[in-house]
Structures are given as structure tokens and as C-alpha cells.
């Protein structure tokens, strides 16, 4: 999609703080971090949300799987982490771009708001 961020973000039209690659995936730091580790993994195909995740290939869906587990043990987050992917407005997704976020680095509060 030519006006996605995340697209324009995996095709390095936009700069990012990579932290990973595979074919399938691009995992990049958050610009406005929420825990001392963020990063948000997403798929190099364009899906709007997950809502829209069947529309993705299962070697891509176990790819971002995959991923997520690597990229938390590359940055060290043996005590545990956070995976968040919202989905639409009401959930305050920013970017159509299906995308997991990877919190960690600190104590989570384990209340759901």
C-alpha cells in the first residue's frame, strides 16, 4: 500500500531503529515507547489489521510467531514480556498495518483497561 507507514517503513523509504528481518518480517523500536523495551513486529505483507490476519499465508503467521520469541530473547526479556496487537479505532490502533508490540523491560501492570 503506497500510503501505509509500516510499507513505507519495510520498503526503507522511512528510516527505522531495525532490530530484525526475515522474508516474511521487519520488527523496528517504537518511536513513543510505552516500556523501556518496545518494538513492534509487523508483516511485510500489507494486512489492515488483525481482524484481516487470515488473509496472510501460514508460513507468514509463524514466521511473526517465531519472530516475536526471537527478537524477546535477543533483548533480553528472560522475566517476561508483553505482545499487544490492537485492532481498529476503538482499540486505538494507530496504523492499518497489522502489527504486534513487544513490551517488556519492566513490571507490567496486570490489570486490562
Known sequence: MENCLFCKII???IPSAKVYEDEFCYAFRDINPQAPTHIL???KQHVASIAEISALPADTLCALMGAIGKIAAQEGLSNGFRVVSNCGPD???????LHFHILGGRQMADQMA
Open 41 to 43: 513486529v509487523v508483516p
Open 11 to 13: 520498503a526503507g523509504d
Open 91 to 97: 482499540a486505538c490502533q494507530s496504523v492499518p498495518h
